[in-house]
């Protein structure tokens, strides 16, 4: 029979192993930026990618988490799309990557003091950042850019490098990255960001399952 002692001892270990593993099972978070104005396809391709790898048992400790850049949660896109998310800029949270879109006017969000300091803190902790479009103006706002290779928008580069000129900003490529950061010039190519980086956090082999099930490769 058990003694008090070695009860207390199995006890603890499987209090242990427990705690060990809920500790492994931990997600990490992959967090998409919206806000009133958004270009749509900039948001819910890395939505469709994400969302589709996470269903993997390679890529399901990871989880995709949509935050408003105020305090409304629910967002509309330039298209019409409105989305209600999941977290603010203001809730604690500990991302893995951070995903930042664009609007046709920037304006108001270059000027969101909250949110550029959003994205400069989360900076600091994240293991890749990324923008679609004009979303890479954020991130320049945010100094986040300063000294790397980035593009953003077709046509925006020269604009990007005006406004920002400690970025080394690269005329004519769909998707550039430099270091931990990746952008991309929006639109459909956010869906070829999407898959960059999601090679970067798992494999080619890995994003070439995803392209195949969501059937993109079957663009020409």
Request: proline share 2%; hydrophobic share 40%.
């Amino acid at each position: 029979m058990f003694n008090a002692q070695k009860i207390i001892a199995l006890i603890t270990l499987l209090t242990t192993i427990v705690f060990s593993q809920v500790a492994s099972a931990k997600q990490s978070l992959i967090g998409i930026l919206v806000f009133d104005g958004f270009l749509t396809s900039d948001v819910t391709a890395p939505v469709e990618v994400f969302g589709a790898a996470t269903k993997t048992s390679w890529f399901s400790s990871y989880n995709v988490v949509i935050i408003s850049a105020t305090k409304n949660k629910t967002a509309t896109s330039e298209e019409g799309l409105t989305i209600v998310s999941d977290k603010t800029i203001y809730d604690d949270l500990d991302l893995d990557v951070l995903i930042v879109p664009s609007s046709y006017d920037m304006k108001e969000h270059i000027n969101n003091k909250a949110l550029i300091s959003f994205i400069r803190n989360k900076n600091k902790t994240a293991s890749w950042m990324a923008s679609n479009c004009s979303g890479a103006f954020l991130l320049g706002e945010a100094g986040v850019l300063d000294g790397k290779k980035a593009t953003t928008w077709f046509g925006g580069e020269a604009g990007l490098k005006k406004s920002y000129p400690k970025i080394d900003v690269q005329f004519n490529q769909n998707v550039v990255v430099a270091d931990r950061v990746i952008t991309s010039n929006g639109g459909p190519v956010s869906y070829e960001a999407s898959f960059t980086l999601l090679e970067k956090l798992s494999s080619k082999k890995f994003s070439n399952e995803i392209s195949n099930t969501i059937q993109f490769n079957r663009i020409k």
